[in-house]
């Protein structure tokens, strides 16, 4: 008899049509993780929940703060049984380094607080209510907007970020304006570690895919963002080993 399947057929079964809860951290654990990190004094309520995170508004010294949880447990699809993910804190870890290159860089994001282990604190961006996403925003300006936002990737760029999931779900509408959140993927590309050609080809990839996602949402508007000419322009800008050599 082979060893595979190594489950129960019964319970492959309801592990697949989720009848086994798995032990994932509920909101009142949720929220007593974030009371003991000392992460802020009080918490008001959640603002979205998604695959990754759980992003909850809190109050610290009476001001509003966004404090991203990462799960800590995921369904592994080899087997169903749960795993902790070590993931979650370098998430956590990695975005909040990413958050701060991007704002010490003066770059639209929310400002990063602090991080422990698998939580993070930032701005929160919103007024009674959490700032929309691009996505789900009807624009009255959408030629100003995408200026906008190609001004943000730039200077992103510039703060030595790329931002390797961007697109109309990971920029949020606040003031007027467009600011870059989510950037637990985000790409360092003026540090040593990798080399500057490995980093410049991830940036690369990461930049047409963005650019093409934004400018599938521009599209609505009839506004075009020439993905190529930016990527090869802000990749220009990012070599500065020129380890692309000139062309
Ligand atoms: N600083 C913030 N201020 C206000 N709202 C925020 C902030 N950061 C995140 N949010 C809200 O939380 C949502 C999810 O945040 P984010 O995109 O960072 O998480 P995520 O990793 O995409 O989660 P998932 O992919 O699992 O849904 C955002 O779409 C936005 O609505
Ligand atoms: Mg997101």
Redesign the pocket.
């Known amino acids: 008899m082979p060893n595979h399947p190594y489950l129960d057929a019964s319970v492959a079964w309801r592990i697949k049509n989720d009848k086994i809860g798995f032990r994932e951290a509920d909101y009142r654990t949720t929220v007593q993780a974030i009371y003991e990190s000392g992460l802020a004094a009080e918490v008001r309520g959640i603002?979205?929940?998604?695959?990754?995170?759980d992003?909850l508004?809190c109050g610290y010294n009476g001001a509003p703060l966004?404090v991203?949880v990462y799960r800590l447990y995921r369904t592994s699809h080899r087997g169903g049984t749960p795993i902790k993910l070590e993931s979650a804190g370098r998430l956590a870890a990695h975005e909040f380094d990413m958050l701060h290159q991007a704002w010490r860089g003066g770059a639209p994001v929310?400002a990063p607080a602090r991080r422990v282990e698998n939580m993070l604190s930032?701005?929160?961006?919103?007024g009674e209510r959490?700032?929309?996403?691009l996505n789900d925003v009807r624009l009255d300006d959408p030629e100003r907007c995408l200026e906008d936002v190609i001004a943000g990737v730039r200077s992103l760029a510039r703060a030595g970020v790329v931002h390797s999931d961007l697109s109309a779900?990971?920029v949020?509408y606040h003031e007027g304006k467009p600011w870059f959140?989510?950037l637990?993927e985000g790409i360092r590309v003026d540090r040593t570690g990798y080399s500057p050609w490995m980093r410049l080809e991830a940036a690369e990839a990461a930049l047409t895919a963005g650019l093409r996602a934004l400018a599938a949402y521009f599209r609505k508007y009839r506004l075009e963002i020439d993905v190529a000419g930016e990527t090869e322009q802000l990749v220009r800008q990012l070599d500065r080993w020129e380890v692309r050599g000139k062309t």
Do not use: C, Q, W
């Open positions: 603002i979205s929940t998604g695959k990754e995170a992003v508004l966004a991203k929310p930032m701005r929160y961006l919103g959490a700032a929309p996403r779900f990971n949020l959140i989510d637990s």
